[in-house]
């Protein structure tokens, strides 16, 4: 295989590449990331400089990219596959990408202030941190009910915002749940259906004991 990912198949932006080499049919090597390993967070810091995962690196054109978004466009460009996750239409792709922005920032961002407080931060921390990040998620949560009326998926057809949304959505909606929004909610489970989210959420369940909410988890992600 000419290109790697290195990743871990519990980290959210890791799940949205898998996700979108899945929908492509793009080959690829998957080498799996432990940060608590010494030589594995030094090969994370020679491909991205915050050692942030996931990465990318092309044997082939001798490339290494990091950046979610950046790795599926680079894929998309250089190894075309069966179907396309951007419109041909700049300004329809423009419309994609806004919404991938949105469920990275607005939704998956969010979400990892209330692990980040859990794991990193001091005591007493927590409680306010969680709060202001659930309220910004309530706030994102209602612009996706109104958005995604009379729409199948966030930007047209099935693409790149949707292969953000399906984890942003997944740990979001664990930590604060989507309560009375039925059309976000319908959503959800369109992508839950996806044979390719469905295979990343497979691949990762080994490893959900370890994310710190444990508690929260509905049972039926457990199997």
Partial sequence: MMLTIYGHPLSSYTQ????ALYETGAPFTFRQID???????????????????????????GVILSQSSVMIDYVQLHYPATRKLLPAD????????????FFDFQVNGIAQQIVDARLFMGEGAEAPVS?????????AYDAL??????????????????????????????????????????YFERLLARPSFHRARTEALPCL?????PELIPARFLT
């Fill in 90 to 101: 700049l300004d329809a792709a423009f419309l994609a990408r806004q919404w991938d922005r």
């Fill in 145 to 186: 009910d109104h958005h995604l009326q009379n729409r199948e998926w966030a930007a047209g057809d099935y693409g790149l915002a949707d292969c953000a949304a399906s984890p942003a959505l997944f740990y979001a909606g664990i930590l604060q749940p989507f309560g009375d929004r039925p059309v976000l909610s319908a």
């Fill in 35 to 61: 940060l608590g390993d010494p030589e594995d967070r030094a090969l994370m810091k020679r491909i991205e400089p915050m050692g942030r995962m996931p990465g990318l690196r092309d044997e082939a054109r």
């Fill in 16 to 19: 949205k590449v898998l996700v």
């Fill in 131 to 139: 709060a202001f990040a659930r309220d910004k998620l309530d706030l």
């Fill in 209 to 213: 004991k370890l994310f710190p909410f």
